[in-house]
């Protein structure tokens, strides 16, 4: 442990600070990283990608976690009383347990131009941006790997949420039969307070998967094109092993050590509290 | 009347339910298809079944390639993948069984490092790791990977393990120590046996994470014939101006079918391993 993870990130916060010929350059290897359009492209940011390693990580976010989030959970409440759900949740789950690497060649077939099912039904409706290959398009790139992403991940708080509802006894929904609750309202004064310490758990290991994402990037579109797909994950493994740059390298991989920290704060906070 | 709406409502739930079910089967089933049918049938869409004819030829193309065999790359999965399951699981038994019986301070501790590591990407230590298996001549050799993937599987094995073994009842350990049992032959003829369904839940849990794995295997493992089955993935069937679906497809479907295979047969243990560590804590 000691050996193959501490001393590994110390050298890593060390590294970040040398020059590749082993100067001490203090901040200069950040500098040069957060003002390299790779990670920000401040240039591009009107019109759409590239916009920087940084700025598709927080879209990816932002799209990936209500989408996988409230899916997941509408999908436990509508499994809930559904006889044979599960089969079909497991057929969701299965999403988590194939290797993210196959995932995104799956993702980059579905959204191929003369094999693809999306593109097909794009084509159908006449949307002709749509219908080609979007991972080599830098309009579509992201967003493809971002929606596949969904469908892999789903599954999680799906299951979360689901082992949550079986907690719920069954004599508060009945109760709130009796006192005449709607189906909106019982969701709203019972299921969802109830399920809310899970909303912890779900958000920190969304934005973890999302910050962490490097498979299917690599494999569907290879950061590209251009650098219109590129994330922190793939921009640092890169830098390191193709650019041979260790030092920068530490430097992203010091900044994405720095967002999961913090993304971690109120899971740990939450949990020591219990 | 009024039972009519409400097995109405029941109907449209159990419609929308297994239509969800379908649309998510569906870019699976795209690959599926692709892999099982030639590839000028494909050409117009794998949903189109004017013609149909089922071929294995793609099979057998991921599997024999020239370069990058797929059998070769299962074999070498299984040769990282099961000591970097046993290893762990092994230790962390031990340490899971020591932690709950012996000591109980250290579970905050155990629990923060559980965290930390789940946060942490591999990213983060991934040059200095690369370097020192660099200086222990260890690129290229299955140990770096065994070591690594054990070391990050050990803290939440112990964790887990260790809540596991604080809820089965002291009294028969108890007994068996009056009769004069020593400790580790208590844990291994008491405690083990009764615990085998959180042992399953580990094995599942870190052997799909060991098999699943890309990134470690591509920084720590170059030379061809040693590339693990998901960095075949990377190869097979991508030919100089094109991509070979069929091959791809079905070499994609051979690297995912042993952890669907170990799914769906253990998947009560995955989802309480699961449910376990990120619910529970």
């Known amino acids: 442990m000691l050996f193959l993870v501490i001393y590994p990130i110390l050298q890593t916060l060390y590294l970040s600070f040398l020059s590749p010929s082993g100067e001490f350059v203090g901040m200069s290897n950040y500098n040069e990283v957060l003002n390299d359009p790779r990670m920000l492209n401040v240039a591009g940011f009107p019109k759409w990608p590239p916009l920087g390693a940084l700025v598709?990580?927080?879209?990816?976010?932002?799209?990936?976690?209500?989408?996988?989030?409230?899916g997941g959970l509408a999908l436990a409440i509508i499994l809930r009383d559904v006889r044979g759900s599960s089969i079909v949740k497991s057929i969701i789950f299965l999403g988590m347990v194939t290797p993210l690497i196959v995932g995104g060649v799956i993702l980059q077939f579905t959204?191929?131009?003369?094999?693809?099912?999306?593109?097909?039904?794009?084509?159908?409706?006449?949307?002709?941006?749509?219908?080609?290959?979007?991972?080599?398009?830098?309009?579509?790139?992201?967003?493809?790997?971002?929606?596949?992403?969904?469908?892999?991940?789903?599954?999680?708080?799906?299951?979360?949420?689901?082992?949550?509802?079986?907690?719920?006894?069954?004599?508060?929904?009945?109760?709130?039969?009796?006192?005449?609750?709607?189906?909106?309202?019982?969701?709203?004064?019972?299921?969802?307070?109830?399920?809310?310490?899970?909303?912890?758990?779900?958000?920190?290991?969304?934005?973890?998967?999302?910050?962490?994402?490097?498979?299917?990037v690599y494999v569907a579109t290879f950061g590209g094109p251009g650098r219109a797909s590129t994330v922190l994950a793939f921009e640092m493994w890169r830098t390191a092993f193709r650019t041979l740059n260790f030092n920068e390298a530490a430097v992203i991989a010091m900044l994405l050590t720095i967002l999961t920290m913090v993304v971690t704060i109120p899971l740990i906070r939450y949990t020591v509290r219990r | 009347m009024k039972l009519e709406k409400a097995l109405l409502k029941k109907l449209i739930f159990h419609v929308i339910a297994f239509s969800i079910g379908i649309l998510w089967l569906i870019p699976f089933l795209g690959v599926f298809m692709a892999s099982i049918r030639p590839f000028d049938e494909i050409f117009r869409g794998w949903w189109t079944f004017d013609r149909f004819t089922l071929t294995f030829n793609s099979y057998i193309g991921a599997w024999n390639d020239p370069v990058y065999p797929l059998s070769r790359g299962l074999l070498n999965s299984f040769i990282v993948a099961i000591p970097s399951t046993i290893i762990p699981l092994f230790v962390g038994a031990l340490a899971g069984y020591g932690f709950a019986r012996f000591n109980f301070r250290i579970k905050s501790?155990?629990?923060?490092?559980?965290?930390?590591?789940?946060?942490?990407?591999?990213?983060?230590?991934?040059?200095?790791?690369?370097?020192?298996?660099?200086?222990?001549?260890?690129?290229?050799?299955?140990?770096?990977?065994?070591?690594v993937h054990s070391a990050w599987g050990l803290p939440w094995i112990i964790l887990f393990l260790r809540n596991f073994f604080s809820t089965l009842p002291i009294e028969i350990e108890e007994a068996a120590r009056i009769d004069g049992a020593s400790d580790f032959?208590?844990?291994?003829?008491?405690?083990?046996?009764?615990?085998?369904?959180?042992?399953?839940?580990?094995?599942?849990?870190?052997?799909?994470?060991?098999?699943?794995?890309?990134?470690?295997?591509?920084?720590?493992i170059y030379e061809e014939s040693m590339l693990l089955a998901t960095q075949r993935v990377e190869y097979i069937g991508r030919e100089a101006f094109r991509v070979n679906w069929g091959v791809l497809t079905a070499g994609s479907i051979i690297v995912m079918i042993v952890p669907i295979i170990i799914f769906v047969l253990l998947q009560r243990y995955y989802v309480k391993g699961m449910i376990g560590w990120t619910v529970k804590g």
Request: zero cysteines; charged letters at 10%; proline letters at 5%.
């Open chain 1, 56 to 70: 598709h990580n927080a879209i990816w976010v932002l799209i990936h976690l209500p989408l996988s989030m409230f």
């Open chain 1, 111 to 216: 959204f191929e131009e003369r094999f693809g099912i999306i593109t097909a039904i794009f084509n159908i409706l006449g949307v002709e941006q749509l219908s080609k290959t979007w991972t080599a398009y830098p309009q579509t790139a992201l967003f493809a790997l971002i929606f596949g992403s969904v469908w892999l991940w789903t599954g999680f708080s799906m299951i979360v949420y689901s082992a949550g509802l079986a907690t719920i006894p069954n004599e508060y929904y009945e109760a709130a039969k009796i006192d005449g609750a709607g189906p909106f309202k019982t969701f709203r004064r019972i299921t969802f307070p109830l399920l809310r310490p899970l909303n912890v758990v779900v958000i920190t290991m969304t934005i973890l998967y999302d910050l962490k994402i490097f498979d299917i």
């Open chain 2, 109 to 147: 501790y155990l629990f923060l490092t559980v965290v930390f590591l789940m946060a942490l990407p591999q990213q983060s230590v991934i040059v200095p790791l690369f370097q020192i298996m660099n200086n222990l001549r260890l690129i290229d050799n299955y140990l770096s990977l065994i070591l």
């Open chain 2, 185 to 220: 032959k208590i844990f291994r003829k008491i405690v083990l046996p009764m615990s085998l369904p959180a042992l399953a839940s580990v094995v599942v849990l870190q052997f799909m994470w060991v098999w699943n794995d890309f990134f470690l295997a591509k920084v720590l």
